[in-house]
């Protein structure tokens, strides 16, 4: 997945926005508020910055070279994901779902809540890791 896919699919999120605090280069993606993803480029290449378990974000970094500790954030909790081609499609995107729900479930109950009410208990799914 390229960064235009990363982006398109990032926004096809249940309530997620796609805000500017960094400049209009570096979009953030947020839900309730919270970020759960920046994308961003490199010296041409795209880059993004995604939440993690912090187990699960030592064992990625482990297993792929384009993933990174966060790049100018909490390095225990985020990995920055360099979209070089290297990291398999399926893969990108369990990163991606597994940001966003651990994002949510760090919301208060009763926004918790209100998205299950809203959009279905799918949106606070578990991400399956790739086989």
């Known amino acids: 997945?390229?960064?235009?896919?990363?982006?398109?699919?990032?926004?096809?999120?249940?309530?997620?926005?796609?805000?500017?605090?960094?400049?209009?280069?570096?979009?953030?993606?947020?839900?309730?508020?919270?970020?759960?993803?920046?994308?961003?480029?490199?010296?041409?290449?795209?880059q993004m910055n995604l939440k993690c378990d912090p187990d699960e974000a030592i064992r990625l970094r482990e297993t792929f070279d384009a993933v990174v500790a966060g790049h100018h954030m909490n390095k225990r909790h985020w990995n920055t994901v360099i979209l070089n081609?290297?990291?398999?499609?399926?893969?990108?995107?369990?990163?991606?779902?597994?940001?966003?729900?651990?994002?949510?479930?760090?919301?208060?109950?009763?926004?918790q809540d209100r998205l299950v009410a809203r959009h279905g208990q799918a949106v606070i799914h578990k991400a399956k890791r790739p086989e």
């Open 1 to 46: 997945m390229n960064y235009d896919e990363c982006r398109e699919y990032l926004l096809s999120k249940p309530e997620v926005v796609e805000v500017y605090p960094f400049g209009s280069d570096a979009p953030s993606y947020k839900i309730c508020h919270k970020a759960f993803a920046t994308l961003s480029h490199l010296q041409g290449t795209g």
């Open 85 to 111: 081609d290297s990291i398999p499609s399926d893969v990108l995107i369990y990163m991606m779902d597994l940001s966003y729900t651990v994002v949510i479930e760090g919301l208060p109950q009763d926004q």
